[in-house]
């Protein structure tokens, strides 16, 4: 009775409202998801009880619907001998065994109608903790997703985050300067280069003036 009692009110319990009123909703959910489970193979233990005494009273009544039969013949045999009084007394026993075979009737009657209730009450036990393992597994993944974002913020408002920043501040600076001289000396290397072509540019036309002269001087000689 007590076992009937309880899976009723686990059954009948409405989970999310249960939760909602919790504390600690996850602590609460594994609770009940272990009075379940426990409520549940009790179920099926009371279950494989009943199934016993049910197929005891089955051979009961097929050893007495054997009995009877016996009696019956027995009783037939006795009057074709002639000896009613053994006929009689046959018949006797032919509705005793008949009487307690009545007997067993309702009581199978009650086992079967408990195997139905019980086996009904199971499947929705089952239902219901699928259900609630189906949740803690939703907590689960929520908590997970909580627990991240909780560690992304503190490593965002950390010192250790500020100061890593700072730190690239300051490399990102230097790789600017040396940057800026780099062009800079490039700049003037390419200025002196421009510088010195000119030059030898100059040089070579004042020879190359100078090497024409001659020529002509030369030309004009021998004219």
């Not at 504390?23 to 179920?43: F, G, H, S, T, V």
């Not at 939703?138 to 991240?148: C, D, G, P, R």
Request: charged share 30%; aromatic share 2%.
């Amino acid at each position: 009775m007590g076992l009937m009692n309880r899976v009723n009110d686990l059954i009948q319990s409405n989970l999310v409202t249960v939760l909602d009123k919790a504390e600690d909703p996850a602590k609460l959910l594994n609770l009940l998801i272990i009075e379940m489970q426990q409520a549940l193979n009790e179920c099926r233990t009371t279950a494989a009880a009943i199934l016993c005494e049910e197929k005891a009273l089955k051979r009961q009544q097929s050893d007495k619907l054997t009995s009877i039969a016996q009696w019956q013949e027995k009783a037939e045999i006795a009057v074709s001998k002639g000896r009613d009084d053994l006929a009689t007394a046959a018949l006797k026993e032919k509705q005793r065994v008949a009487a307690d075979m009545a007997a067993v009737e309702p009581e199978l009657v009650k086992l079967t109608d408990s195997l139905a209730k019980l086996a009904d009450d199971a499947q929705r036990l089952q239902d219901k903790l699928s259900a609630a393992k189906a949740k803690r597994q939703s907590l689960t993944q929520v908590h997970s997703v909580l627990n991240a974002r909780v560690r992304v913020n503190q490593q965002l408002h950390s010192d250790k985050v500020a100061h890593a920043l700072s730190r690239f501040d300051v490399i990102e600076r230097r790789v600017e300067s040396i940057e800026s001289q780099v062009e800079a000396y490039e700049m003037a290397a390419a200025n002196q280069s421009d510088t010195a072509t000119q030059i030898d540019a100059l040089v070579k036309d004042e020879a190359l003036d100078k090497e024409l002269a001659a020529l002509k001087a030369k030309v004009k000689q021998s004219a």
